[in-house]
Nanobody, 121 residues
Framework: VQLQASGGGAVRAGDSLRLSCKAS????????VGWFRQTPGKEREFVAV????????TVADSVKGRFTISRDSTKNTVYLQMNSLKPEDTAVYYC???????????????WGPGTLVTVSS
């Protein structure tokens, strides 16, 4: 399966963005789909994950209350709704799949190319 993340852009603090992660060449099937973010020189950081069956979401404490993860099975797409964005949310955001709703990046198998989110103050 190939993943394509989209929806990134340059916004101001307090704005919202919705990222999309669409699978091609397959479906999310029984996988979990997660979002991670990374800035230069830093480790990839877990943001959120959702199980494709059951839709159980887990969101990192750093974005809880501002970010929401959801899925649309009819579109084979997972979304990351990001509200009240802050400059520290600036990063390249990646979606990836895993066998379960893990927060550990090394347990994810397929990764998309990422989409850049830039939040200015």
């Amino acid at each position: 399966v190939q993943l394509q993340a989209s929806g990134g852009g340059a916004v101001r603090a307090g704005d919202s963005l919705r990222l999309s992660c669409k699978a091609s060449g397959g479906t999310f099937s029984e996988l979990a789909v997660g979002w991670f973010r990374q800035t230069p020189g830093k480790e990839r950081e877990f943001v959120a994950v959702i199980s494709w069956i059951g839709g159980r979401p887990t969101v990192a404490d750093s974005v809880k209350g501002r970010f929401t993860i959801s899925r649309d099975s009819t579109k084979n797409t997972v979304y990351l709704q990001m509200n009240s964005l802050k400059p520290e949310d600036t990063a390249v955001y990646y979606c990836a799949t895993a066998d379960w709703t893990t927060t550990l990046s090394h347990e994810y198998t397929y990764w998309g190319p990422g989409t850049l989110v830039t939040v200015s103050s």
